[in-house]
């Protein structure tokens, strides 16, 4: 199966920075997501990454806030801008197209991001 | 709009006791649906998946999930508990492939020997 990877893998970041988290697979996916998991709750999903055009984001979940790239079908970034305490999460990527598996989505193993 | 209500947000069972996750499901149409688990400090895997083939399914691990729809269930099961099982395990729904997951709230599994 295809390897999925996130970097950083956790970071501690100060208010009002700025925080990009990449996602990388190691085979051409169709689909792209990023999801959210705050402390203690399920997965929200924030946008649909699209390869070479602007992502899909969920009610809730803003441009300027999240700004999301795809260059290409293997690589994403999501950029959590202007954090606060309240965007401490775990931000995973999910992939979904990769040969033998369509119609199931598979995740990294996420980003730890805890915000002071 | 589809949605998954998992029943207890706690579960425990003993070492070798039956494992019984409950989730039902809403949806307008016939749902993809899916198990997955994850383990402490480490990001989703997936379990098992049903997406309208046979409605019994077998996962890694030894679980598996039968889908009723006439319960709108699709709950999650493996006979003998072991301790490495203990985890958050997580149902969720989606319209058609290629699109968003919709979670359940989660349920711990806690395993005690």
């Known amino acids: 199966s295809a390897v999925i990877s996130q970097k950083p893998s956790r970071d501690i970041c100060q208010r009002g920075t700025s925080l990009t988290i990449q996602c990388q697979v190691d085979?051409?996916?169709?689909?792209m997501f990023w999801y959210r998991q705050q402390p203690g709750q399920s997965l929200t999903l924030i946008a649909t990454?699209?390869?070479?055009?602007?992502?899909?984001?969920e009610s809730g979940f803003v441009i300027d806030k999240f700004p999301i790239s795809r260059p290409n079908l293997t690589f994403s970034t999501l950029t959590v801008s202007n954090m606060s305490p309240e965007d401490s999460s775990i931000y995973l990527c999910?992939?979904?197209?990769?040969?033998?598996?369509?119609?199931?989505?598979?995740f990294g193993p996420g980003t730890r991001l805890l915000v002071l | 709009a589809q949605s998954v209500t998992q029943l207890g947000s706690h579960v425990s069972v003993s070492e070798g006791a039956l494992v019984l996750l409950r989730c039902n499901y809403s949806s307008s149409v016939p749902p993809y649906l899916f198990w997955y688990v994850q383990y402490p400090n480490q990001g989703l895997q997936l379990l098992l998946k049903y997406t309208s083939a046979a409605t019994l399914v077998k996962g890694i691990n030894g679980f598996e999930a039968e889908f009723k729809k006439s319960e709108t269930s699709f709950h999650l099961t493996k006979p003998s508990a072991h301790m490495s099982d203990a985890a958050e395990y997580f149902c969720a729904v989606s319209k058609t492939g290629f699109q968003k997951l919709v979670f359940g709230t989660g349920t711990r599994l806690l395993v005690s020997p």
């Open positions: 085979s051409q996916v169709t689909m």
């Open positions: 999910s992939v979904e197209g990769l040969a033998g598996g369509p119609e199931t989505q598979y």
């Open positions: 990454a699209n390869q070479g055009s602007e992502a899909t984001y």
